[in-house]
């Protein structure tokens, strides 16, 4: 698991003065690139220089407990399943002030050629990365498989 901690900022709130739905998907993509960020180069090396992208192909939230403006959310990311071409990441976003669950997202990622825009079979170093972080109790039987 890789954890960020991101504290909420006031263009992240709705008038509410909790943070908006759809922010979660910016905040899950803040986490990936941390994840990514032991690869050579980090994730910027990885859609910049190597043109290896991970677009987002499904992605599904729970809320479970609002955040506010000038609260913070911890941001743990694992890896729930690994494909020969796929990997789906789970991000749990706590309120770092007490704890709660305030949101989990799954997203099912596909490396792709960033050139010729297909699908292509993931990067050895990207596979090793994710298989150090795949949460075991949430996986499939099949999570190491090729799928």
Do not use: C, W
């Amino acid at each position: 698991m890789v954890s960020l901690d991101r504290p909420i900022k006031f263009e992240d709130v709705d008038a509410a003065n909790i943070v908006f739905f759809a922010r979660f998907l910016n905040y899950a993509h803040e986490a990936m690139e941390r994840f990514f960020a032991p690869l050579d180069g980090g994730y910027a090396g990885l859609i910049l220089e190597r043109r290896i992208g991970l677009p987002a192909v499904r992605v599904e939230a729970d809320y479970a407990a609002p955040v506010r403006y000038g609260q913070a959310l911890r941001i743990e990311t694992s890896v729930v399943r690994i494909g020969r071409r796929s990997a789906t990441l789970r991000y749990r976003m706590h309120r770092a002030h007490d704890g709660v669950l305030s949101a989990e997202l799954r997203h099912t990622v596909v490396t792709t050629d960033l050139v010729q825009l297909v699908s292509v079979p993931m990067p050895e170093d990207v596979r090793a990365l994710l298989g150090a972080h795949l949460d075991l109790e949430q996986a499939p039987s099949s999570a190491g498989q090729p799928a």
